[in-house]
């Protein structure tokens, strides 16, 4: 059997192999803690649920969806106006994904042939590099450096590279890094794109999990923004949808369309009853969404809190459900770090490297467990020495 060398440019998936490392603890009969996978365990608000099985209930909602249900188009563009100010035609600037993960996945093929370029930031959550190379692009890497709070430096990107490239992907809040990009940036952002003829796309899936009396909004409230990309955005995280598969594609109209176009011959659309799910979440009862900010800020503190008392000194992030810190400086191997402890305290986290070259030397603890679970997790750390240089 021959295969397509694009599979050569992927291994094994770092959270496939963390959860055997599991599988394999748990038949032995010992703990684990997994702070690996950021899968939300915040349950939807009541009147989610009762929307979706309502529509469950109904037999004529089993049929082939096709298209998003303009009630559904209309809910995401009041949301997006009330929400962040941003004004979005429902006809044309609005696309549904079945999750943002899908839509990541997907996009690069409406936008890039083989060999061209695309910019994606370094460290970065997985999909946004395997999303273009599925697509045959070429990857050019934008660190993201601890020492500029891990925004990207637009002026960093060599002129040459800026040129050739055609599609380019960024998120803040961000997902490895936590951190969040100011203003200026996505001025800057969207000067960039439109001096260098870009298409940009922003993923905005954590705009709702900002600590501290902190605000987020949308890329797409900035002057140009609309002229140059598209916003994703997602009801996992913020409204503990995770498993139901719901996100969305908003901005220029002409690249929506063409997503539309691809998804149109790849898949049947959304579900019906999880449509009438995601209109039940972003037109309803809106105070669900504190509670759950409140939770993960909560959980924050635990551990930053937890681990610095132990000696592992950790920045409280400014937002997402993650933390991202650096490994003790007896280690040099963020995956040797990770397997030590697992293997040591029971406790699973991401190495950074799994999440691109400049993830190295850092992990990811994602904040999933409910605060039990947390503090069983700094204990263990504490009991196990690991935090101690031999």
Known sequence: MQFAKRMNHFNEGIFTRLSEIKRQRLEQGLGVIDLSVGAPNTPPAQHIIQALCEAAADVQNYTYAINDQSELLKAVSEWYQRRYNVDLDPKTEVCSLLGSQEGLAHISLSIVDEGDLVLVPDPCYPVFADGPLLAGAELYYMPQKEEHHYVIQLEEIPEDIAQRAKFMLVSYPNNPTTAMAPEQFYLDLIAFAKKHDIIVLHDNAY??????????????????????????NSLSKTYGLAGARIGFCMGNATIVSMLKKLKSNMDYGMFLPIQKAAIAAITGDQSDVERVRAIYEERRDILCEGF?????????????MFIWTRIPAHYDSSEQFAMDLVGRAGVIVTPGSAFGPSGEGYVRLALVQDNEHLHRAVTSVGDSGILIAI
């Open 207 to 232: 705009s709702e999990l900002v600590f501290d009396g902190k605000l987020c909004g949308s890329f797409l409230a900035f002057p140009g923004a609309m002229d140059v990309g598209v916003e994703f």
């Open 308 to 320: 610095s008392r132990l000696g592992w000194d950790i920045t409280k992030p400014d937002a997402t």
